[in-house]
């Protein structure tokens, strides 16, 4: 009888599996997935209250973009059955719905959760580009503000240093690449406030270390032309807000060439979004 039972959850278990498959990969009607719900008794003979079927509620709803509806039957998995065998897609799903929703910090507060709660999951790499991601969507939402700029490239940093063969690597690299752009063209912004007030020295320490550290960068011929001007003792031209950039986010697929595959191409198999 023991033998049976287990062996009849199993098999209700992989069964659960290939429907949730169907509805992600959207192979199948509603009709169907509730015609298999009920055949392993997971549909509505099965009592909608189970945490199975609250589990294909969620991902029907978040496979149709109503995030907010998959997040309440995530959360409530998550607060009614903590234990139950889709409890772990629910802590995963419910901080993807808060992102999606552009809630990143709540979203982050979840994806970070889930890795100290299951750090050797196979879902980590993922949850680390996503945290990641959750600082990279909010550049430049705050007035001007560098900090998420800085956090995106630690993250993305920390990603591909825990997990180099990740499908997540060069979209990482690429996208930390944007941000530190940003940063190199923050930076020039702050020189240029320096030259306006006449603090050149300021200024020029600035631009220095805007070259030092971040080589190549979309700024840097505007930045040794006015470091030159600088350090030659004649002063800045009148002219000087010629070099005043425009602070934005490059698009980060612009830089994926630099790490083996074309602009356009295909560096990740997440779930990424500008």
């Not at 900090?147 to 996208?175: D, I, K, T, W």
Request: hydrophobic share 40%; glycine share 8%; proline share 5%.
């Amino acid at each position: 009888m023991i033998f049976l039972q287990r062996n009849r959850r199993l098999f209700r278990t992989c069964v659960l599996a290939l429907v949730l498959l169907t509805a992600a990969t959207g192979l199948s009607g509603c009709a169907t997935l509730d015609t298999m719900l009920d055949w392993v008794g997971f549909g509505s003979g099965g009592g909608p209250e189970t945490p199975e079927a609250l589990a294909m509620e969620g991902m029907n709803d978040f496979n149709r973009g109503k995030y907010s509806a998959a997040l309440k039957r995530f959360v409530e998995i998550k607060d009614r059955f903590p234990f139950s065998e889709v409890a772990l897609l629910a802590e995963l799903k419910a901080a993807d719905s808060n992102y999606y929703m552009d809630k990143f910090s709540e979203a982050k507060t979840l994806y970070e959760e889930f890795e100290a709660n299951h750090p050797t999951n196979e879902a980590v790499p993922y949850v680390l580009f996503q945290i990641s991601m959750c600082y990279y969507s909010q550049i430049g939402t705050h007035d001007r503000d560098p900090g998420n700029a800085q956090n995106a490239v630690q993250a993305f940093e920390r990603l591909n240093r825990s997990y180099p063969q990740s499908p997540y690597f060069v979209e990482a690299s690429a996208r930390a690449q944007a941000a530190r752009d940003f940063l190199a063209q923050h930076e020039f912004s702050v020189a240029t406030f320096y030259v306006r007030i006449d603090e050149d020295t300021q200024a020029q320490g600035r631009l220095e270390y805007l070259l030092a550290t971040y080589p190549k960068s979309s700024v840097e011929p505007q930045a040794t032309e006015l470091l030159a001007q600088l350090k030659s003792g004649q002063g800045v031209e009148k002219t000087w807000r010629r070099f005043v950039p425009t602070i934005s986010l490059p698009d980060w697929q612009s830089f994926t060439s630099a790490f083996g595959i074309m602009p356009g191409g295909s560096g990740s198999g997440g779930a990424a979004k500008e």
